[in-house]
Nanobody, 115 residues
Framework: QVQLVESGGGLVQAGGSLRLSCAAS????????MGWYRQAPGKQRELVAT??????TNYADSVKGRFTISRDNANTVYLQMNSLKPEDTAVYYC??????????WGQGTQVTVSS
């Protein structure tokens, strides 16, 4: 069974940086895209950034210019987060989307940005 293991979350002051990583426990085939989502307390889960197998990226307007998503050939996806703001505080989840096949989700990693 595939597991996605996230790391890199933590507590940081506003203006600081964090780098999240999400590694799959085994190779995943038929990937449509990989991405990061986040969920703040009392809010719905929202898209942060995605990257396709071809390298095309998409970002939420709220993080454009501050966050960068990337991936390597081993089914690991990264999220470099710069200029963090208190409103970025949330649990961040990685996702592997496979179109008509089952998607995979990580367990989430907490990011807290203090003002």
């Amino acid at each position: 069974q595939v597991q996605l293991v996230e790391s890199g979350g933590g507590l940081v002051q506003a203006g600081g940086s964090l780098r999240l990583s999400c590694a799959a426990s085994t190779r995943i085939f038929s990937i449509n895209y990989m991405g990061w989502y986040r969920q703040a307390p009392g809010k719905q889960r929202e898209l942060v950034a995605t990257i396709t197998s071809g390298g095309n990226t998409n970002y939420a307007d709220s993080v454009k210019g501050r966050f960068t998503i990337s991936r390597d050939n081993a089914n690991t996806v990264y999220l470099q987060m710069n200029s963090l703001k208190p409103e970025d505080t949330a649990v961040y989840y990685c996702k592997v989307a496979r179109g008509l096949l089952s998607d995979y989700w990580g367990q989430g990693t907490q990011v807290t940005v203090s003002s």
